[in-house]
Nanobody
């Protein structure tokens, strides 16, 4: 059974770059038909899809975040990382990593499309 765990700073200052890492256990990131996404939920709002990295290392992003977001992987550590630059208080949210068996490029995302989720990590952007 695949399990995911997010890690990263709980507090980031405006204009800084946020790095969040998702550590995967029970499955390998390059496995065929495994797709690894970042999703967030701002306070009081719906889920927002950020982007996905595929089994063959292709990436796709939410157009509204594409200029600031980057997802990359480290297969030796079985981790994938979200880099989000020039953060503002609007980026305050609970951030989740999630796995799917199909490539979903959909915003807002549907929870049932993903068969594994991390527990989520709170990120606050404040000076």
């Amino acid at each position: 059974q695949v399990q995911l765990q997010e890690s990263g700073p709980g507090l980031v200052k405006p204009s800084q770059t946020l790095f969040l890492t998702c550590t995967v256990s029970g499955g390998s990131i390059p496995t065929n038909n495994y797709y690894w996404s970042w999703i967030r939920q701002p306070p009081g709002k719906d889920l927002e899809w950020i982007g996905v990295i595929t089994d063959n290392d292709n990436t796709y992003y939410n157009p509204s975040l594409k200029s600031r977001a980057s997802i990359f992987r480290d297969t030796s550590r079985n981790q994938f990382t979200l880099q989000l630059s020039s953060v503002t208080p609007k980026d305050t949210a609970v951030y989740y990593c999630a796995k799917a068996r199909h490539l979903y490029i959909r915003n807002p995302p549907r929870r049932d499309d993903y068969d594994a989720w991390g527990q989520g990590t709170q990120v606050s952007v404040s000076s």
